[in-house]
């Protein structure tokens, strides 16, 4: 992710590995299934607890953390279709990889931002596809912040899944 003035120089980058989240895996098996919706905002919040072995989150908090208040303005954003980068095959690591990214504006999450995430929003709610957690980016009323996500699904033989 980065973290742009106004000037657009880069002011604070991150580079993490993001965890899918049970009801994630959920959605793309209903998308799998032909149900669901795919996946349509990003968003963020202000919690930065590590992820419990259930994976179920469900959606990213905005609340005030130790002395660092909520978030102001919004904390998503939608993904317009032409962020979603055309998937692309890796033969070497036998993954299908699509690339996405999406920008909270500046006026947008304004403080200090600690987790992001893809999600699928439909009139039934939110679903949380991932989930990833970060050292603390001060978000100014005037930064833009871009997130990067690459996600790659597996083909060939997985019996290494087993």
Known sequence: ME????A???VAERDCTNAVMRNGARL???LFAGRGT???HMAVGTNDDPESDTFATESLENEAVGNADALEGGTDAAIPPEAFLDAEFDDVERVVRLRVRGT???GAAVGTVREAGLLSRSAAGDVL???VTFAPMEKGSDHELTMFWEVTFPYGDLQWLQ
């Open 38 to 40: 795919p996946i349509s």
């Open 129 to 131: 596809y991932n989930r």
């Open 104 to 106: 909270l504006p500046a």
């Open 3 to 6: 973290l742009k003035g106004p």
């Open 8 to 10: 657009g120089r880069v």
């Open 28 to 30: 793309i098996a209903d």
